[in-house]
């Protein structure tokens, strides 16, 4: 039939979406260590980044929906990807001017954009079919939103973290044309990435202008957001996507600091597997000829590739377990790791930090399937308010940074090395979280 013809083709759009927005959110975690270094940032200062790209979320997901059913999702998708491409063109002159506020600015719009991606598309997958396919659809989604998570490491690796950051103390003892050149190109190890997101963007949005996709907005019901707060397990699922997107970018955003506390650089250039391994993850880059941010960020790669590898093997798992079980298990087993991350040592700790994001894999699509069970026409405004509870990345990494600062440095201000161990065994309570409200809806199964 013609629709399904133009359902299939839509997804496959919808699915560039999914790349796009994972990609850059985790390109905007390799910054925050550069942008710590280049100003100088305590670690609650540099989690402002987060703070600005996920609070957006909680701004804009409500008047998104509102948008949405005024212009439809094809113009929403276009509005949405052109004011990420902006927002992308402003990182050329914070980088330029080297001013933390229009960087902070720059990240509020961007978020600003994805967020009416997110409340589009989400809900436009699950309803491009047959409803018991609709969470398979949003799982293999969301499996190239990780594809781009995966991918955004080594980009960051490469573009961000390449060379050395000096402090302000080195910087003064340049000469003035030395300065000039340093400047130059720190901007440049910014700009250049950006702009080339920007113009990927604007191709998007100028394809989609074009493209005919099939329209779906469904009338919404008078009160539907007051007849939502009726849902008490629908409530739950907000708190836990909230839960889940908080615990998943602060451990994202702070990896490479983390590796710092422990130490493993040394290791990692000695043990021949290791140091391969990074060279790879480098795209054949000798380890020894970029900065060792770049050798410990290129290890983020493993945390964000997980998520896919752990999204496909948790689709196969969910024909034998319901998804509510396989989420409450998975939210008990990423808990596990990280107390044996922050209880270990060395390499020991950083692979089991490493794990949590297999386990994260299945998390978010199972989260807003199981919450949007059961609500029929509310689903557009329950899209809305789970969109919203993204939010927690702003929060929750604020919160761990703070942890972070509090218990790292001792009586004399001097750093103790420990501060990120502390602020991630708190993080336990969220997986915890999120294993309850799968406990909750065990007995509900997800389509594979």
Request: with cysteine.
């Amino acid at each position: 039939m013609g629709s399904k013809n133009n359902y299939k083709s839509a997804f496959a759009f919808l699915t560039i979406l999914f790349f796009m927005w994972g990609f850059i959110t985790v390109l905007v975690d390799a910054l925050v260590p550069r942008l710590k270094d280049v100003f100088e940032l305590t670690y609650g200062q540099s989690i402002m980044v987060q703070f600005a790209f996920f609070g957006a979320f909680f701004c804009f997901a409500i008047p998104s929906s509102f948008l949405l059913e005024k212009i439809g999702y094809q113009k929403g998708i276009v509005v949405g990807l052109s004011v990420m491409g902006l927002a992308c063109l402003l990182f050329y002159p914070a980088a330029s001017i080297r001013e933390f506020w229009i960087f902070i600015t720059a990240f509020f719009t961007l978020a600003a954009g994805i967020t009416l991606l997110q409340v589009a598309a989400n809900p436009y997958v699950t309803l491009l079919g047959d409803e018991e396919s609709a969470s398979s659809r949003l799982n293999l989604s969301q499996a190239f939103n990780s594809f781009g998570t995966l991918l955004a490491p080594i980009a960051g690796a490469l573009f961000l973290l390449s060379d050395t950051v000096l402090d302000a103390n080195s910087i003064n003892q340049l000469s003035e044309a030395a300065k000039v050149e340093y400047y130059a190109s720190e901007a440049l190890s910014v700009q250049q990435p950006f702009v080339i997101i920007a113009l990927v963007l604007f191709a998007l949005a100028a394809i989609f202008g074009f493209k005919s996709l099939p329209s779906l907005i469904q009338q919404a019901p008078k009160g539907g957001y007051a007849q939502l707060f009726k849902h008490k397990k629908f409530l739950l699922g907000v708190l836990a996507i909230f839960m889940y997107v908080g615990a998943e970018v602060s451990i994202g955003s702070f990896l490479v600091n983390y590796f710092q506390e422990l130490q493993v650089i040394d290791t990692i250039k000695n043990s021949p597997f290791l140091s391969n391994l990074s060279s790879f993850l480098l795209i054949g880059k000798d380890i020894t000829d970029v900065d060792a941010n770049a050798v410990l960020g290129s290890f983020v790669t493993l945390y964000w590739g997980g998520a896919m590898v752990g999204r496909f093997v948790g689709a196969f798992l969910m024909r034998f377990i319901s998804s509510g079980k396989l989420l409450m298990i998975f939210g008990l087993l990423a808990s596990t790791m990280i107390v044996i991350s922050v209880t270990a040592n060395g390499i020991t700790a950083m692979f089991a930090i490493l794990a949590v994001g297999l386990f994260n894999s299945i998390m978010f699509p199972t989260i807003f399937s199981l919450a949007l069970d059961g609500l029929d026409n509310l689903k557009a405004q329950a899209s809305g308010l789970l969109v919203m509870a993204i939010v927690g990345g702003a929060f929750i990494p604020k919160i761990t940074g703070t942890i972070a600062d509090t218990f790292g440095t001792d009586a004399n201000g001097l750093s103790t090395g420990s501060g990120l161990s502390i602020a991630f065994l708190c993080l336990v309570l969220c997986y915890c979280y999120i294993a309850f409200f799968g406990a909750t809806k065990r007995k509900v199964a997800v389509a594979a």
